[in-house]
């Protein structure tokens, strides 16, 4: 395709209030395919992530988006323009948070984002201005003269969310924006995001390993081994698997599990944790179940279908045991 032909299909790609458009994305590393023939719509406004384990593909798909990385193949036009015809377009229009942090920890909060002001040209006036506001966003005013390096996770976390935003990007990305930081943290992180939704009207593209997080986005698509092999909102995602986990603690749990899968017809297995097992509406099944057992039942728990059980329903294992460090392989006798 030559370069007119390619700028007349991003423009086409660009119409329909789209943020994000890819299409066929592939990264190589050698002979390691990070990322395989990805497509992707993000339309303008939405919260979208992407959920996999750590080495997924999540942080080179962004790197190609942020034009950081060039692809090996395919398209991708962000905020209307294409990554590979228009890569300064394209960063004049995006926000950045990086998954590890890169403020200035010897400058002040202030200081930080009044450089990153000059990097985009931003007059002086209005980037003073402009601070402020941020600042205020975050709740970072009375910080504004404080060295970063005094700062909390937390707080650098949330005033990097501030840089990525002083310009006043259409498209906000955020790689890993909670990792390393506290439950409590974390939840005030996502209320700033979702303020800066409502009050700038930007896109937010997130990528993630964290269930609990993704749940907060329009949409999420899953992403494993550089492949995407399953998108929805986080509700669809949870319906294709449609029936509830219910666990259960009794005086003898291998013959509960027998006496589910002969009187009830269920699929069910014992194991050091109890007797699971998975049945449409679990809440009222539990009676019939603790009826017709003919062991004593000590403790029952029911739980929906969850962002976990999509990924093992799709990749045949749970996103914690795809984040789990192999095993180191035990050395066999010397012969």
Known sequence: MNTGDRRTSA???????LAVVARGLRKVYGAREAVVDLDLTVPTGEIFGFLGPNGAGKSTTIGML?????????????????????PGEVRRRIGLVFQETTLDADLTAAENL?????????????????????????????????????????????LEMARGLLHTPRVLFLDEPTTGLDPQTRASIWEYLHR?????????????????EAEHCDRIAIIDHGDVVASGSPARLRAIV?????????????????AVRERFGLDASADP??????VGDGAAFVPRLCAGLGVPVHS??????????????????TIREADAPARPAVPGPRR
Do not use: C
């Open 11 to 17: 423009s086409s790609l660009a119409e329909g209030g």
């Open 66 to 86: 942020t034009t950081l990385l060039r692809p090996s193949a395919g398209r991708a036009v962000v905020a209307g323009h294409d990554v590979l015809d228009e």
């Open 114 to 158: 009044r450089f990153h002001a000059d990097l985009f040209g931003l007059p002086r006036r209005r980037a003073r201005e402009t601070i402020a506001a941020m600042l205020d966003l975050v709740d970072l005013t009375e910080r504004r003269n404080s060295p970063v390096r005094t700062f909390s996770g937390g707080m650098r976390r949330r």
């Open 196 to 212: 800066m939704r409502r009050e700038q009207g930007i896109t937010i593209f997130l990528t993630t390993h964290h269930l609990e």
């Open 242 to 258: 449609g029936d509830d986990l219910v666990a259960l603690r009794t005086g003898d749990d291998a013959k509960a599990a027998l």
């Open 273 to 278: 944790d109890g007797v699971r097992l998975r």
């Open 300 to 317: 029952v728990t029911v739980t929906p279908p969850s962002l976990d059980d999509v990924f093992l329903h799709y990749t045949g294992r």
